[in-house]
């Protein structure tokens, strides 16, 4: 009789189901405020991760919290709020979305490969005061800063999970 072979955790396959149309489209087609955000999400040892989920939720451009949440509630007419962007195989994410008013930020939950929980972290657009930004140390600081492109009307950020360039995740109670 054979021994078993001890198991060994193979996924979770984050592409396989949860991403969907227009996921990435917070901003409705057309909008004359869409900004670009982009960037590469990134394993401990600066390789690309292809296989990552990111979800975004802000508050819509005149701060109010009230956009139509998830893919159900998207009519390519209103500003929902919420967006789920999948990395291809270079590790590359890209969302359209509206700056978002009363806040500087976007939340972000990372789902990836190799991490038990999803990580919580902010994207901010600016160095505007913030009681989180203000607490943190320049070097960490930056890792939750945008960096924008204005003549394109976008900004990068890029995740890193792990390592050196590692960026601030947050901790909720």
Known sequence: MREPTP?????PFYGHALPFAGGAAMAPPGHPDTLT??????????????????EFWQPGPDGS?????????????DFTGFGRVPTD??????????APGGVP???????ARGLLHHL??????????????????????RTLLAVP??????????IHLQGAKETVFLEFR
């Open 37 to 54: 955000l982009h960037g590469h999400v990134y394993d401990g040892d600066g390789g690309p991760v292809p296989d990552a989920l990111l």
């Open 149 to 158: 492109d204005p003549a394109a009307r976008a900004h990068r950020f890029d």
């Open 65 to 77: 919290r009230t956009g139509k949440p998830g893919s159900l509630g998207r009519n390519g007419v």
């Open 120 to 141: 919580f972290t902010r994207v901010y657009l600016s160095e505007a005061p913030d009681p989180l930004l203000d607490s943190l140390e320049p070097e960490l600081r």
């Open 7 to 11: 198991s060994q955790t193979i996924g």
């Open 89 to 98: 195989a270079s590790g590359h994410w890209t969302l359209r979305t509206l």
């Open 105 to 111: 930020y976007l939340c972000v939950a990372v789902f």
